[in-house]
């Protein structure tokens, strides 16, 4: 596609449901990163993919949290048993690879209720 | 986890002034960039530096990645309307991981 896309845009769930947020890629990037971005704040790093391979989930902030790209476009982050902390934008980045310029998408509102 | 600083937080300028903002890490970084964010908008990169002294200008933007791997600039010349929104820094570290600054919200007067 022209960019990177996201969806959905928005989503409001009750705590404790669980949620996929959906990221798809600029067309032949190797690289994909998920973001989390809090309000008045720059993005969080979460984890990144180089193709199918999950490269580094350090940035994932507990085990509710995980993300996969089983055939090394679209990716999927989900969050299980949501809390209301949880609650922020949640962004994806693809890139070429490497140092190569990460384009963002619009990003997934988040709100735990 | 690392820490990018930015400074200042937020800026309030007269059109046609120049504007300057730095960043500054605890860590080394091998890559510096800077985006530029629009209300309700993803991060648009503006300058990437990969060097260590390095010092790009992309129009009315200079940017420069300071000796020390640890800090970086950015100045606008000339600020204009549109120049309004927040700024981050981004830090490209040895894991392959970018960790982004805390923002400087610009804003200016017509």
């Known amino acids: 596609g022209a960019g990177v896309s996201q969806s959905p845009r928005y989503k409001v769930t009750k705590r404790g449901q669980d949620v996929a947020l959906r990221c798809d890629p600029i067309?032949?990037?190797?690289?994909l990163y998920w973001y989390r971005q809090a309000l008045g704040q720059g993005p969080e790093f979460l984890t990144y993919?180089?193709?199918?391979?999950?490269?580094?989930k350090s940035g994932l902030p507990n085990d509710r949290f995980s993300a996969e790209r089983p055939e090394g476009s679209i990716s999927t982050l989900t969050i299980q048993r949501t809390e209301q902390r949880d609650s922020a934008m949640y962004r994806c980045a693809s890139s070429r690879g490497g140092t190569d310029t990460q384009y963002f998408g619009p990003g997934t509102r988040l709100t735990v209720l | 986890g690392q820490q990018l600083n930015q400074s200042p937080q937020s800026m309030f300028i007269q059109e046609g002034e120049d504007v300057s903002m730095n960043c500054t890490s605890s860590s080394i970084f091998n890559t510096w960039l800077w985006y530029k964010q629009d209300p309700g908008e993803g991060p648009v990169l503006l300058i990437a530096?990969?060097?260590?002294?390095e010092l790009t200008s992309n129009g009315r933007l200079t940017a420069q990645f300071g000796i020390t791997r640890k800090d970086s600039f950015l100045n606008i010349s000339a600020s204009i309307p549109s120049d309004v929104g927040i700024y981050f820094c981004a830090g490209l570290s040895t894991g392959n991981q970018f960790y982004f600054g805390t923002g400087t919200s610009l804003t200016v007067i017509p």
């Open positions: 530096l990969y060097k260590a002294g």
């Open positions: 993919f180089n193709y199918e391979a999950q490269q580094d």
């Open positions: 067309s032949g990037h190797v690289s």
